[in-house]
């Protein structure tokens, strides 16, 4: 038996022909670690990126255990958001599909679409379940859904649940679900706050974390442009024009920030669509069918688009704004550079991003400095002199400046100022070593 493929799990035919159509030769790294232990019937948490293939990891072991015969909820799949939902049912029904004996049923049930409509459905229950945890909490509570049968629990995105409020329905959720649940958890970090969470549910969970080899696919070019006293607006119209991409992601931290950048951006003539979390259902549908149709060649999104949202064809990402959380600048830029292909990460930065920038470079970011000059990309050392600046410093030098905040004009006395400042941090990191002799 060929132990580096998929013959080794004893799959069903019809997941084995699956896994032949989807051309998956050999599991990952996180498939490796996840099915024995689904299969064993064991709880886990999975910490891993985007891009490991997490969401296969689960779902063979999963559908491999769902009893075709009893039409009754066996397993229950929640993720943050409906595009991430419905991305999950989708990789589903090109499992099951392989199965015309035994027809295994499997529901999305998502925000913005007719509850009533569900409801009505819900005579014969799914084998399984995906959806947000808003609208199964809901269809639960409305008697229509019946998750006491199900064994299988899997928690998708935990950590941006959390972020998104959404962990209070996994809960009411899993506290309708038997009391010998299966759970299964999966988080790109696993934050304190979502501890007690686990605690309650898991008892004695595996805990199994794949780092991908490198912090950032190798075939992906990062690049820093300084903004310089450049309009920020311009200076991204500019690159966008240079460009020419056949697809690019402009990322912004605040939902406000890109509605501003979207209508600046169509003033300017370019074919842009917006893609966060206050756009209404029927909207954030619309642009998902237009970003698949081609008919943008940007799209301005917050991180939300960053994670669970598999749009194709990405060649190049922009960083209007640095992610205040470093690790969605690895989800942000995991957009591109997908199958084998290249793509391109363009960061707009500013002096007062540097610390954020030193902690990019030492989590294994390479970066290439280029600014845009009259239409013209040229190489550029500043930001090297910035750092290398920054390292002669002494550390009396960087407190005495945090103390003194240097004036817009300088004024007479700010030098003594500093130099008093650094006087009185000498003075007392002596007394201290003097304490501690």
């Known amino acids: 038996m060929n132990k580096n493929n998929f013959t080794q799990y004893n799959f069903k035919s019809f997941i084995n022909n699956a896994i032949e159509e989807l051309r998956f030769s050999e599991p990952t790294e996180i498939q490796k670690k996840i099915i024995p232990l689904v299969l064993k019937g064991e709880n886990a948490i999975g910490q891993s990126q985007t891009g490991t293939g997490k969401t296969h990891s689960y779902l063979f072991p999963l559908l491999e255990s769902i009893n075709p015969n009893i039409q009754q909820v066996q397993a229950v799949i929640t993720a943050p958001t409906r595009e991430l939902a419905n991305q999950i049912y989708q990789e589903i029904l ?39 945890p808003g609208r199964i909490n809901d269809l639960i509570n409305e008697q229509a859904l019946f998750v006491h049968t199900a064994s299988l629990l899997v928690v998708d995105e935990a950590d941006l649940m959390l972020d998104m409020g959404f962990l209070h329905d996994v809960d009411q959720i899993a506290g309708k679900m038997p009391k010998n649940l299966q759970m299964l958890v999966f988080s790109a970090t696993i934050p304190e706050k979502l501890k007690p969470f686990l605690k309650k549910y898991m008892e004695n969970p595996v805990f199994e974390q794949v780092q991908p080899q490198q912090r950032s696919a190798e075939n992906i070019e990062h690049i820093l442009v300084p903004l310089k006293s450049r309009v920020k607006i311009d200076l991204l119209t500019n690159i966008l024009n240079s460009y020419n991409p ?60 960053a994670r669970g949202i ?34 391109l990460a363009v960061t707009i930065y500013e002096p007062s991003d540097e610390d954020a920038l030193i902690r990019l470079d030492k989590m294994g970011i390479e970066f290439s400095y280029l600014d845009l000059q009259h239409g013209n990309w040229v ?41 008093v400042q650094r006087e009185q941090i000498k003075r007392r990191e002596r007394k201290m070593k003097n304490r501690k002799k």
Do not use: W
């Not at 599909?97 to 295994?104: A, F, T």
């Not at 209007?320 to 550079?337: K, M, Q, S, V």
């Open 310 to 343: 598999d749009i194709e064809g990405v060649s190049h990402i922009i960083n209007y704004e640095l992610p205040r959380d470093l690790d969605f600048y690895i989800h942000r830029t995991g957009r591109t550079a997908r199958a084998g292909n290249k793509g």
């Open 246 to 305: 056949y697809l690019a992601i402009v990322f912004t931290n605040t939902k406000q920030m890109a509605d501003q950048v979207t209508d600046q951006l169509l003033e300017r003539g370019l074919k842009v669509g917006r893609l966060h979390g206050d756009i209404s259902p029927r909207e954030r549908k619309k642009v998902m069918k237009q970003i698949r149709n081609l008919d943008f060649q940007y799209i301005v999104a917050t991180d939300l688009a």
């Open 379 to 419: 190489e550029t050392t500043e930001r090297n002199r910035r750092k290398n600046r920054t390292k002669t410093a002494t550390d009396e030098e960087v407190k005495a400046r945090q103390l003194v905040r240097k004036p817009q004009k300088v004024k007479p006395g700010y030098k003594k100022k500093m130099e």
């Open 94 to 132: 090109k499992i099951v599909k392989h199965d015309e004996e035994n027809k295994i049923s499997a529901k999305c049930y998502i925000g913005g679409t007719d509850k009533q409509r569900d409801i009505d459905k819900l005579k014969q229950q799914p084998h399984v379940v995906v959806g947000t």
